[in-house]
């Protein structure tokens, strides 16, 4: 069965400072990784995935992520973040040779303060 | 383009009611997904629909059931409504299949239904 874990149920930093997601995940094949952003009283909008390749993967908004093998890691990270970024973060994994459902984290809510 | 549409945004129903969601999925999208979320349960999978035809399928019990038209946009029924079902409904919608295609596989989301069951 393929899972993933965000192991931060909230996050909090200083607009200007750089911002970390954690995610790590379990899967029995090679995963496809997805990240999506969530703000109140929206659905969830796509930031990046990594499929192949290079490991880091570069997204929307300043967003980018860096998928580690060997610690099946797939952490969010934003050099600078803003207030706007603040919202719900999730972790998504899909393993494409399994299970083809997108098995979502718990979320992890950003708070950005001013 | 558009995006994805959900209708209606807002719904109230009674313990054992019948409801039933709309997705329209974006333009050229052949593929639909169905996503529960709950404060306690998270984001859960209810299923997909790919050409008219259910693909995948979540854990719920029969009364969460789907369909897909021809244009692609998709319904989703759920039949005597428990207070459990409370939730906020997601569709999704992708070029293609889950797990075809990766470059076609990444699902963009609507706003939600928001299901209030009394």
């Known amino acids: 069965a393929q899972s993933v874990a965000q192991p931060e149920d909230q996050v909090n930093v200083a607009e200007g400072n750089p911002l970390t997601v954690k995610c790590t995940y379990s899967v029995s094949g090679n995963p496809y990784l997805f990240w999506y952003v969530q703000y109140p009283n929206r659905g969830l909008q796509f930031l990046l995935k990594y499929i192949t390749g290079d490991n880091l993967v570069k997204g929307s908004y300043g967003f980018e992520a860096e998928f580690n093998k060997s610690q099946t890691s797939f952490h969010l990270k934003k050099p600078s973040a803003l207030v706007s970024d603040s919202a719900l973060y999730f972790c998504a994994v899909r393993d494409p040779l399994r299970d083809y459902k997108l098995s979502f984290g718990a979320g992890t809510t950003v708070t950005v303060r001013a | 383009k558009a995006g994805v549409t959900q209708t209606p945004r807002y719904l109230i129903k009674t313990r054992g009611q019948q409801v039933t969601l709309s997705c329209s999925p974006i333009?050229?999208?052949?593929?639909v997904s169905w996503y529960q979320q709950t404060p306690g349960q998270g984001l859960q999978f209810l299923f997909e629909y790919f050409s008219e035809t259910q693909r995948n399928k979540g854990n719920f019990p029969g009364r969460f059931s789907g369909r897909q038209f021809s244009n692609s946009r998709s319904e989703m029924n759920v039949s005597t409504l428990e207070l459990g079902d409370s939730a906020l409904y997601l569709c999704?919608?992708?070029?293609?299949?889950?797990?075809?295609?990766?470059?076609?596989?990444?699902?963009?989301f609507g706003p939600g239904t928001r299901l209030t069951v009394l």
């Open positions: 999704a919608s992708s070029l293609g299949l889950a797990g075809v295609q990766p470059s076609t596989d990444t699902q963009y």
């Open positions: 333009s050229g999208h052949r593929s």
